[in-house]
């Protein structure tokens, strides 16, 4: 039986759905799920057997491994963490006794006293409470074995502990042969008195020796460099390829927010001949380079401020290897077989055919293999509207572009600009929008919309599209406008840093405003107590001024859970739901789940599925929902805490009360008070319902809508 508890609660605003979990005490210290930092090393190649650390807080007692994908499994054999102050006061005692009972008599000193002794100093020099970063003191080791034919790729790894399931990381199956250094932990021997010190130079460890092919796994610690040696010969085309930021996307406490790499080539006598400490617009950096020599080269990594610590992780590639630069044009429409143009290095050809007859609409990855290697993948767009591709003479006249349709172009050249034209009518409403950052382009783009007569009605450099978590330079460009008149009216592209190269590609595309929206739910893993419940937040990412409510449920197979205040509010962008499990559900490990919404737009009912993610801090302030390949909920132990017991949706009044029911355990402790508030509670009190929603909504309105200027500067030719 469970006691029920009325209060009223003072509300101010219009509709609200209620879902938030109500709690009359803290929770308790120690309960909290795990979190990790840093995995290593981050992948492995197939058919191998090695030992994993997977670093973070809160992992006292891990039970289970959850990779997603198939081929690895994983056998937890370890943990160690930085000692308390205690432990290592008592620790302290305990030195003190044997020094002084050496001191006092050395013959009874024993061979025992002495390793006794030796261990406990070395106990308090790895496991130095002092100097310590929370979020990557504590450390498991994991026994993984990957098998033979594990399909190679980006997999997800997470633990699961008493308290519920971590946060996921990016851990990759390769197929080229491995070398990792070993690894460094907050309580490695001689890593706690240095972690935390700002280098006074930078210091270059001894090269190691490594065969090509291969991939190098190693650790940045602060003012380290890194140095690989391998022989080459003349005439190679050698590729070197890292990873850092693309395992760890966001750092939350360093500044830019991530391990920011550098690569160094040098010949046998220290010369450099070839540096990158970014790739186009990606900060983790790649080298392609002719060698000019047979002979002895070096490799090497650094931090681009010398910075460095535990998870300052990366995996480098070295060899011969396949590389895409570019691929022209960015997309085709579906069940086409377009002939594609690749830049890169080492590549089996420069013209690569793709099928897309068994392809959705939408986003695929392109690689290529040369004898048996793969290739980096790229994006590659599938479309269902007409295209057209740019002219290749800069002679030629602006090509008509269809509405709806999209222009495969690209900047070949620095200054130069694109322009197309179409015939548009007096107040149709137009979205025209540059894809190029998207998928994976350089450009940084401007977008112009010019009436008939030649005027700017409207444009813009950077639009921000929150569905591109990783992306943190926003560069593609986006106009909106209703047509003044009937015409044709043209559309200029071009680069905003007046740059241009066969990579500088782009798909402009035009269509009418579509308002739609998309959904991300987080966190990408949800801890609920068996008859409890845990908080989920919905986004949605709202189009072209749509603003209406969004209709939430949990997809088929979710039996025994149950989401309540499923709907997202007229003009919100967000909400906090609670997801709640029943008190006989049980699983023995994580349950998959999917989330739908659904919502009327111009009498047509449009459905959308929530793509999970985890909102992710980066450089102290800066927020993105990083994708996760999987949304997951883990079954705890815990205690359940107190809901409401009221109707799915309550509407609220201005100035007036509700009254609404809490539901608690029927064992505990008496209350002396419950408090209760709601969450993302309206701006002002004052608004009624019909003023609130459009104060809200306004405050959307896109920067990028026709400019209210009746004259501006006429276009001149389309190049």
């Not at 399931?165 to 199956?173: G, R």
């Not at 006074?200 to 140095?227: C, F, H, M, S, Y």
């Not at 997309?331 to 007859?357: C, E, F, I, Q, Y």
Request: aromatic share 6%.
């Amino acid at each position: 039986m469970r006691r029920s508890l009325a209060r009223v609660l003072a509300v101010v605003g219009g509709f609200i759905a209620f879902a938030h979990v109500l709690s009359a005490q803290p929770a308790a210290p120690g309960r909290a799920a795990p979190h990790l930092a840093y995995v290593y090393p981050a992948g492995a190649v197939r058919g191998s057997t090695l030992t994993l650390t997977v670093a973070g807080e809160h992992l006292a007692d891990a039970t289970l491994a959850h990779f997603n994908g198939p081929g690895l499994r994983a056998r937890l054999t370890g943990y160690e963490r930085p000692l308390t102050q205690r432990e290592a006061v008592e620790l302290r005692e305990q030195v003190e006794q044997l020094r002084q009972r050496r001191s006092a008599d050395a013959a009874k000193f024993t061979a025992a006293d002495a390793a006794k002794l030796a261990d406990l100093q070395d106990t308090l020099a790895r496991r130095n409470p002092n100097a310590r970063t929370p979020a990557l003191a504590e450390s498991v080791t994991l026994e993984l074995t990957v098998a033979p034919d594990a399909p190679p790729g980006t997999r997800e790894l997470r633990l699961a502990t008493a308290n519920g399931l971590s946060n996921p990381l990016v851990f990759q199956v390769g197929t080229l042969p491995e070398v990792t250094a070993p690894v460094v932990t907050a309580t490695s021997a001689g890593n706690a008195a240095r972690r935390g010190q700002a280098p006074i130079a930078a210091k270059r460890g001894p090269p190691l020796a490594v065969a090509l092919p291969t991939v190098v796994n190693g650790q940045i610690l602060p003012g380290e460099i890194d140095a690989l040696r391998f022989t080459a010969r003349r005439g190679q085309q050698l590729t070197f390829a890292l990873q850092a930021r693309a395992l760890i996307p966001y750092l939350a406490d360093a500044v830019p927010g991530w391990f920011q790499a550098v690569l160094h080539l040098r010949d046998s006598s220290g010369r450099e001949i070839a540096f990158n400490d970014d790739f186009q617009f990606r900060p983790d950096p790649v080298i392609g380079c002719e060698i000019p020599a047979d002979g002895t080269y070096e490799l090497e990594i650094h931090d681009a401020l010398y910075r460095g610590r535990e998870d300052f992780v990366y995996r480098v590639t070295l060899g011969e290897l396949p590389f895409i630069r570019s691929v022209f044009p960015l997309g085709a429409p579906r069940g086409s077989t377009p002939r594609l143009a690749l830049t890169g290095w080492n590549l089996p050809a420069t013209v690569l055919s793709v099928d897309t007859s068994a392809r959705p609409a939408g986003i695929m990855r392109l690689s290529v293999h040369r004898d048996s290697h793969a290739s980096n993948s790229i994006r590659f767009a599938l479309g269902e509207t007409p295209e057209i591709t740019e002219p290749d003479s800069s002679d030629s006249p602006s090509p008509a572009l269809p509405l709806p349709g999209i222009a495969n172009g690209r900047i070949a050249r620095a200054d130069e600009s694109d322009a197309y034209r179409f015939t548009g009518r007096t107040g149709q409403a137009i979205v025209a929008e540059v894809i190029a950052r998207r998928l994976d382009s350089p450009l940084d783009s401007y977008l112009e919309l010019h009436a008939p007569d030649g005027r700017l009605l409207a444009r813009n450099d950077d639009t921000e599209d929150k569905t591109e978590g990783l992306l943190t330079h926003q560069a593609d460009s986006r106009v909106a406008c209703t047509l003044p008149s009937d015409g044709d009216y043209t559309l200029v592209v071009g680069d905003t840093q007046h740059r241009g190269g066969p990579e500088f590609g782009y798909r402009l595309a035009l269509h009418a405003a579509a308002p739609d929206f998309a959904l991300r739910v987080t966190p990408s893993a949800v801890n609920v107590p068996a008859g409890g419940h845990a908080l989920v937040t919905v986004f949605a990412l709202r189009q072209d001024g749509f603003d209406g409510p969004i209709d939430l449920a949990l997809a088929s197979g979710a039996r025994g859970l149950r989401l309540d205040g499923a709907r997202i509010p007229a003009g919100a962008d967000s909400v906090q739901l609670t997801l709640s499990a029943s008190a006989g559900l049980a699983a023995p490990g994580p349950l998959t789940l999917g989330l739908t919404g659904t919502a009327t737009i111009a009498d047509r009912v449009v459905t959308r599925v929530a793509a999970p993610c985890d909102d992710t801090m980066q450089a102290f302030l800066y927020r993105h929902l990083v994708p996760a390949a999987q949304w997951l909920v883990q079954l705890t132990p815990r205690a359940p805490g107190f809901r409401l017991a009221a109707p799915e949706r309550l509407q609220l009044v201005p100035r007036q009360a509700a009254s609404v029911a809490i539901e608690m355990p029927a064992a505990g402790p008496p209350l002396a008070q419950v408090t209760a508030e709601l969450v993302n509670p309206p701006l002002a009190s004052s608004f009624p319902p019909a003023a609130y929603k459009a104060g809200h909504s306004s405050s959307r309105s896109p920067p990028n809508h026709c400019l209210p200027s009746p004259s501006a500067p006429a276009i001149s030719s389309s190049r």
